[in-house]
């Protein structure tokens, strides 16, 4: 199983950004993902999941209406697209494989990726 995040970048407040996750080595399109924060201080803090269909979408309040969770089950992908970004997105953001289907938290997820970091500052 291999995860690997891209699309991070410094930005300015209120500005966008895409990440994405190529995901290889397991059956992409069977599996709930998710995207995870590191927050220097605060620790991990869960993001948005999605399920294996893409029909559902799941978010932290920090980032309802902000952040959009997608996949792309035929390019094997999963994106988050961030807009209004503040200086408290600043975080590195990882995407993982969520096993229990929904029900888990992100200490029982079984894969993820190195990591993409996100820094919003003026």
């Known amino acids: 199983v291999q995860l690997v995040e891209s699309g991070g970048d410094p930005v300015q407040p209120g500005g966008s950004l895409r990440l994405s996750c190529a995901a290889s080595?397991?059956?992409?399109?069977?599996?709930?993902m998710s995207w995870v924060r590191h927050i220097p201080g605060k620790g991990l803090e869960w993001v948005s999941s999605?399920?294996?269909?893409?029909?559902?979408?799941y978010y932290a309040d920090s980032v309802k209406g902000r952040f959009t969770i997608s996949r792309d089950n035929a390019k094997n992908t999963l994106y988050l697209q961030m807009n209004s970004l503040k200086p408290e997105d600043t975080a590195l953001y990882y995407c993982?494989?969520?096993?229990?289907?929904?029900?888990?938290?992100?200490?029982?997820?079984?894969?993820w990726g190195q990591g993409t970091q996100v820094t919003v500052s003026s």
């Open positions: 993982a494989r969520d096993p229990t289907g929904g029900r888990g938290s992100p200490n029982e997820y079984d894969h």
């Open positions: 080595g397991f059956t992409f399109s069977s599996y709930y």
């Open positions: 999605i399920n294996s269909g893409g029909g559902n979408t």
